[in-house]
Nanobody, 121 residues
Framework: QVQLVESGGGLVQPGGSLRLSCAAS????????MGWYRQAPGKQRELVAT???????RYADSVKGRLTISRDNDKNTVYLQMNSLKPEDTAVYYC???????????????WGQGTQVTVSS
């Protein structure tokens, strides 16, 4: 079993900052791609940012220059530094990791339970 647990969400004023963390635990041989997604009320879940094991990143156009994804492979943790936040960033943020549980297993996508980010004055 593998668990991904997010933390760091909350209420912040427009222009403020938050840092989300997502730690993976359990039966883990390796974690490949990791990412952050978000879902606002009444909308579909959308990609925010992804990062490969080697550190290559990709961002949604709406967050480029404001949000930064990073990871610590030794800690099986992915981060999302969120700066210059806007009300339209309000959503539940989910982390995802492509996890191989043993050396012979194929990688499977695991998701966290989500953390609420609210940007409001």
């Amino acid at each position: 079993q593998v668990q991904l647990v997010e933390s760091g969400g909350g209420l912040v004023q427009p222009g403020g900052s938050l840092r989300l963390s997502c730690a993976a635990s359990g039966s883990i041989f390796a974690i490949y791609g990791m990412g952050w997604y978000r879902q606002a009320p009444g909308k579909q879940r959308e990609l925010v940012a992804t990062i490969t094991r080697r550190g290559s990143t990709r961002y949604a156009d709406s967050v480029k220059g404001r949000l930064t994804i990073s990871r610590d492979n030794d800690k099986n943790t992915v981060y999302l530094q969120m700066n210059s936040l806007k009300p339209e960033d309000t959503a539940v943020y989910y982390c995802e990791g492509d996890v191989r549980e043993t050396s012979s297993a194929t990688a499977i996508a695991y998701w966290g339970q989500g953390t609420q980010v609210t940007v409001s004055s």
